[in-house]
């Protein structure tokens, strides 16, 4: 069997109340609108790609679990009339702005095909989309995209080149990862922070879900999608731009979950065929108290990291960081400051490249 053939969407939240982990079903969907809250998810650009080649392949509904989308179509059939509300606009975004608009109208096909009862609120307006329709980066952006996507994006170049340093333990790596952060970012985020956790990690042969999780964090924010490790600065800060993208979904996720508009809550969630960022979700999410996701962070701790010290080091290091250098973490953030720290970060790469040939 393929692996297009196993392909499945999956439902994430990033944030979750502390009596655990919630699971998005029709059952769910039902009960929230029968209590005035609605549910809104936001659509990762690998589901409109996806609908996208249903369409150009001829849009028949067998195609729909080929291509991963059979379960997400059935999930929407079965919750009641106008209880979830879709968000294709931030996916749209993430693609280079020629491609979008083409899939944007394969969008609407696709759903007059498949969910005919779905349509746009009659009030709202198409996005326009022109420009490149290939090799399309972070400096691509408008200013105000740069400024809200510069952390993560500096964040995951100075990981990717933390990574490449040759003679470092594990520990070394990591501390060397959050001097670097919080001295040119100026933020230290917990998802990067958990995310470099993982990349650095030498779990022992035994840890196979360990292993597992590495590998997929690995995949998703440090290699390019062949496997390979980027061969030049281009190919690092076009890694670090897809991971960034990733970590902003989530971000807005948390950000729309529990607002409120025209009187009703919305309950927010990711939907996605992207296996590895599903991952990561498993393993990372934000609290949510009365409602609404708060700034502490929840990490798994996996029963073979007891025996690792690698893991009680890397969190001691974390925790004196963020005390010891509480001022700079707490620097003022304008937007051209925060894009400042984005060219910052890529010129670093460039450098690196240049005078080592990493």
């Given at each position: 069997?393929?692996?297009?053939?196993?392909?499945?969407?999956?439902?994430?939240?990033?944030?979750?109340?502390?009596?655990?982990?919630?699971?998005?079903?029709?059952v769910r969907v039902a009960q929230n609108?029968?209590?005035?809250?609605?549910?809104?998810?936001?659509?990762?650009?690998?589901?409109?790609?996806?609908?996208?080649?249903?369409?150009?392949?001829?849009?028949?509904?067998?195609?729909?679990k080929q291509y991963g989308l059979e379960?997400?179509?059935?999930?929407?059939?079965?919750?009641?009339?106008?209880?979830?509300?879709?968000?294709?606009?931030?996916?749209?975004?993430?693609?280079?702005?020629?491609?979008?608009?083409?899939?944007?109208?394969?969008?609407?096909?696709?759903?007059?095909?498949?969910?005919?009862?779905?349509?746009?609120?009659?009030?709202?307006?198409?996005?326009?989309?022109?420009?490149?329709?290939?090799?399309?980066?972070?400096?691509?952006?408008?200013?105000?995209?740069?400024?809200?996507?510069?952390?993560?994006?500096?964040?995951?170049?100075?990981?990717?080149?933390?990574?490449?340093?040759?003679?470092?333990?594990?520990?070394?790596?990591?501390?060397?990862?959050?001097?670097?952060?919080?001295?040119?970012?100026?933020?230290?985020?917990?998802?990067?922070?958990?995310?470099?956790?993982?990349?650095?990690?030498?779990?022992?042969?035994?840890?196979?879900?360990?292993?597992?999780?590495?590998?997929?964090?690995?995949?998703?924010?440090?290699?390019?999608?062949?496997?390979?490790?980027?061969?030049?600065?281009?190919?690092?800060?076009?890694?670090?731009?897809?991971?960034?993208?990733?970590?902003?979904?989530?971000?807005?996720?948390?950000?729309?979950?529990?607002?409120?508009?025209?009187?009703?809550?919305?309950?927010?969630?990711?939907?996605?065929?992207?296996?590895k960022l599903a991952k990561f979700a498993?393993?990372?999410?934000?609290?949510?108290?009365?409602?609404?996701?708060?700034?502490?962070?929840?990490?798994?701790?996996?029963?073979?990291?007891?025996?690792?010290?690698?893991?009680?080091?890397?969190?001691?290091?974390?925790?004196?960081?963020?005390?010891?250098?509480?001022?700079?973490?707490?620097?003022?953030?304008?937007?051209?400051?925060?894009?400042?720290?984005?060219?910052?970060?890529?010129?670093?790469?460039?450098?690196?490249?240049?005078?080592?040939?990493?």
């Amino acid at each position: 069997m393929s692996n297009l053939s196993k392909k499945r969407t999956h439902f994430l939240k990033s944030s979750h109340p502390t009596s655990g982990r919630l699971k998005l079903d029709p059952v769910r969907v039902a009960q929230n609108w029968s209590q005035g809250v609605a549910t809104s998810l936001l659509f990762d650009t690998n589901i409109l790609i996806s609908m996208e080649r249903v369409v150009a392949a001829g849009n028949k509904p067998a195609l729909l679990k080929q291509y991963g989308l059979e379960n997400l179509i059935t999930f929407l059939r079965r919750g009641p009339p106008k209880s979830t509300y879709l968000c294709p606009a931030w996916g749209f975004s993430e693609m280079p702005p020629g491609l979008a608009g083409p899939c944007r109208q394969a969008y609407e096909v696709f759903f007059a095909a498949h969910l005919p009862e779905f349509h746009d609120d009659p009030q709202s307006k198409d996005a326009q989309y022109a420009g490149k329709a290939g090799d399309y980066g972070f400096f691509d952006l408008d200013e105000v995209a740069q400024a809200a996507l510069a952390v993560p994006f500096a964040s995951l170049t100075y990981l990717q080149l933390v990574d490449r340093e040759p003679g470092l333990t594990p520990v070394e790596r990591f501390g060397r990862y959050l001097k670097l952060v919080i001295e040119h970012v100026g933020i230290l985020s917990a998802k990067e922070v958990q995310i470099a956790r993982f990349c650095f990690a030498n779990p022992p042969a035994d840890a196979k879900e360990t292993i597992s999780i590495r590998k997929a964090f690995r995949r998703n924010f440090v290699k390019r999608k062949d496997d390979a490790l980027p061969r030049s600065a281009a190919e690092l800060l076009h890694v670090s731009f897809n991971g960034a993208n990733d970590l902003s979904l989530l971000t807005s996720a948390d950000t729309i979950d529990g607002t409120v508009e025209d009187g009703i809550v919305h309950e927010c969630w990711v939907a996605t065929t992207d296996d590895k960022l599903a991952k990561f979700a498993e393993h990372f999410h934000l609290v949510n108290i009365q409602g609404g996701s708060t700034p502490f962070a929840a990490v798994t701790k996996h029963p073979e990291h007891t025996t690792d010290s690698y893991w009680d080091k890397t969190v001691e290091l974390w925790q004196r960081a963020t005390l010891r250098d509480v001022p700079a973490l707490h620097r003022p953030r304008e937007p051209e400051a925060l894009r400042a720290v984005a060219r910052r970060a890529a010129e670093t790469a460039e450098v690196a490249f240049l005078a080592t040939a990493i």
